[in-house]
């Protein structure tokens, strides 16, 4: 039930998913007063970063592995949450990742480099839960199958609606529970639910066909053709992989005069690494016939075709729709107008530096629920929706890369709604140097640290790091050679 405290209401708040998004969100909700369930249908928190090595055989057609494809839009629920293969690492250097209040810093014995491999930011976010006190708040093992609305609450009376939550122990059998809560805040992530483009005869090819999103390690592939379709992150980290073990790669692209100077490298360089592009028709007898009218017969097809949102578990009786990848209509990609403030969502957008901006969100959706800050009227949400669509659509973005980012300044305009710091310059910058570095070579940006010196010391000094209290920094524990022996300790002395 919602209670007052001091002027402010105190509501009982579900959030789904205990990864980066729901973890924040749970830790803005209590600072507002709010009482907290986590419900996480994993058996610990990390969400994506929580690695998961074994996935389905070859017959299971829901999480990736598909012949024929199957309609994903039709699909209730992924067997296999996360898309972490074992080698991947952070594309983004660790200092410019974090929680405003907890920044993510080099630990002795673990994993030091500036971008660590996938379970240095598990462990992180396991650290941020017992920073926090999080993990009394977490049931683990739950898995969400329905939510909507209390029949007669909202518009009867004049309320907000409030919310059914139907789930269920995944480990044990037994019998699902509802409960009612105030409020629900859906955190479930967008890289969990394949999206598969259609190709001419991919039903009938015999080959083995995949989705990156349970692509684990290269050894199955040794020694066959492999084609990778789609020539975007998981694309191409996948192909430099391969290369080792399969025959051939053939990496598939949508524009093959598009792709970055740092790939055409990486492709000069490896003899059996092709760079095609896309795919017109899959042949019953093996082949893959490209734009070009160049094939190959190929082993394996690997879609790194990225992801779709999915919410199978959410019923609004239409209010929100997912439309082509398009989630709405969500006021700033947060509240949908028409069920806002009680349901929100956190972690839809991509392309943008991810913690502080899902931190922002979350102190947002905890402020709005405890009445510190109001929303502006239907009307005048549902004209922004409106205005930000036209905008997409004239400038050419297609409607399922509605919510991708990839603007500073709207991370900061968003940081206003809340009161939340701007994201620093030398974040930003730090974040477009490395853009530039993997554009450059792709191979070996990570381990570059020629050009951040500065940037870094700077990060350092500032109050993101040194509101940690008495540390001593330096630049070689962040990954820099000490080439130039003169390179300063940073020491932080408060």
């Not at 490896?270 to 592009?277: A, G, V, Y």
């Not at 554009?439 to 990060?459: F, H, Q, V």
Request: with cysteine; charged share 25%.
């Amino acid at each position: 039930m919602v209670s007052e405290r001091n002027g402010y209401q105190s509501k009982n708040v579900c959030v789904i998913g205990a990864g980066p998004s729901g973890l924040v969100a749970a830790r803005e909700l209590r600072k507002e007063g709010h009482n907290v369930v986590v419900l996480e249908q994993n058996h610990d928190v990390g969400g994506q970063w929580l690695y998961e090595p074994d996935v389905p055989s070859e017959d299971f057609l829901a999480g990736g592995i598909v012949s024929p494809p199957p309609d994903l839009s039709s699909t209730n629920f992924v067997q296999v949450h996360s898309s972490i293969y074992a080698s991947l690492r952070l594309t983004s250097p660790r200092e410019i990742m974090g929680y405003s209040d907890f920044p993510f810093i080099v630990k002795k014995g673990r994993d030091t480099r500036r971008f660590p491999g996938h379970r240095e930011l598990y462990l992180y976010l396991r650290d941020f839960c017992d920073a926090f006190g999080i993990w009394p708040v977490i049931r683990f093992r739950t898995r969400v199958e329905y939510v909507g609305t209390v029949v007669d609450y909202g518009e009867a009376a004049g309320k907000d609606p409030r919310w059914v939550v139907r789930s269920r122990d995944g480990k044990a059998e037994k019998k699902a529970i509802e409960e009612v809560y105030d409020a629900v805040v859906v955190a479930t992530g967008h890289y969990s639910h394949p999206r598969i483009p259609f190709i001419q005869g991919m039903d009938a090819w015999q080959g083995k066909q995949m989705h990156s999103h349970i692509y684990r390690v290269p050894q199955p592939f040794r020694n066959e053709v492999v084609v990778v379709v789609g020539s975007s992150l998981s694309g191409q980290d996948i192909s430099m992989e391969l290369v080792d073990v399969a025959r051939e790669v053939y990496l598939s692209a949508k524009s093959t005069e598009a792709i970055s100077h740092g790939l055409s490298k990486v492709i000069s360089k490896h003899s059996n690494l092709h760079l095609r592009p896309q795919v017109q028709l899959l042949g019953k007898d093996g082949k893959v016939v490209f734009e070009d009218g160049s094939w190959v017969t190929a082993d394996t097809i690997v879609y790194c075709t990225g992801y779709s949102y999915s919410f199978p578990f959410l019923d609004t009786k239409g209010i929100v729709a997912i439309d082509d990848d398009r989630v709405g209509p969500l006021y700033e990609h947060t509240f949908p107008p028409s069920l806002a403030p009680s349901l929100s969502f956190i972690g839809i957008p991509r392309k943008l530096i991810g913690f502080p901006f899902f931190e922002s969100q979350a102190k947002w959706i905890a402020q709005v629920l405890a009445g510190k800050r109001s929303l502006p009227t239907w009307n005048e949400m549902m004209q922004s929706v409106e205005e930000f669509y036209n905008s997409r659509d004239a400038a050419g973005i297609p409607k399922h890369n509605t919510h991708d980012i990839a603007n500073f300044e709207y991370c900061d305009r968003y940081g206003d709604y809340v009161g939340f710091p701007h994201l620093e310059e030398w974040r930003k910058e730090l974040c477009l140097s490395t853009l530039r570095k993997a554009d450059a070579d792709l191979e070996t940006y990570r381990e570059s640290m020629e050009g951040d010196e500065e940037l870094l010391m700077e990060a350092l000094q500032s109050p993101h790091f040194t509101q940690l209290g008495p540390q001593e920094f330096t630049l070689e524990a962040y990954g820099f050679t000490l080439r130039d022996h003169n390179l300063p300790r940073l020491h932080n002395d408060l």
